[in-house]
């Protein structure tokens, strides 16, 4: 495998596209689009990572691209514990306005896989926060390394996009690993009584750049 030095930061190994295939997506409320979903040869990490390129990414100077961690329990099963899923609604309708790529990252619970975020939820049913109970366990805060996805927009040419993310690291270490992002555009706020105190943390613990002004007072005991 390769490694370049893309825009003079990180040495990063390269990555080829492995597969591109055309899949019609349905949402819940009926919403359809066309997307290419790929598959990469090369990842750092080795998981079965796949990017939904959406619309046109060559219509606009800088693509729009989402980095979206997935969540099994909000983007299937419609958790309102946290905003995963309508994040990821919201998400591919945009970026096939504007044309651009999801990429669709299997790091469940911020990293932690599945299981600890579930062990993770009866933390924060019993007082903590989000960031509190990964810490409780002995687990990272926020494990998510973005090298994958460097590798990924390498691969697929997209070197300048805008990221849609409210999430500053995200954006910090796409520029780290090389990619020159032109800006950030925040999602919408994605709020219901179940996952206020999950919103204000990443705010508040993260910066998140989340607008939660004009919601209702935090939950004492929700996730």
Not at 162 to 173: C, E, S, V
């Amino acid at each position: 495998m390769d490694a370049v030095l893309s825009a003079g930061h990180t040495l990063l190994a390269s990555a080829s596209v492995r597969t591109r295939v055309t899949i019609p997506l349905r949402f819940a409320d009926g919403y359809e689009v066309t997307a290419d979903a790929v598959t990469f040869h090369g990842l750092a990490d080795g998981k079965e990572h796949v990017a939904f390129v959406l619309g046109d990414p060559t219509a606009a100077p800088s693509p729009l691209v989402r980095l979206h961690s997935e969540c099994l329990t909000g983007d299937v099963f419609g958790s309102a514990r946290c905003d995963c899923g309508p994040q990821l609604r919201e998400a591919v309708e945009r970026i096939t306005a504007t044309g651009g790529v999801l990429l669709y990252l299997r790091q469940e619970g911020r990293g932690i896989g599945l299981y600890n975020k579930l062990d993770a939820y009866a933390l924060q049913d019993a007082g903590l926060d989000t960031y509190e109970a990964n810490t409780a366990l002995g687990l990272p805060e926020d494990g998510r390394d973005y090298t994958a996805a460097a590798q990924m927009l390498t691969a697929l040419g997209v070197a300048e996009p805008d990221l849609l993310t409210n999430n500053p690291d995200k954006a910090r270490q796409l520029r780290d690993l090389g990619i020159s992002v032109t800006r950030t555009v925040p999602t919408g706020v994605h709020s219901t009584p179940s996952n206020l105190r999950y919103l204000h943390a990443k705010a508040q613990h993260t910066h998140h750049t989340i607008d939660l002004s004009a919601t209702a007072t935090v939950p004492a005991l929700v996730g």
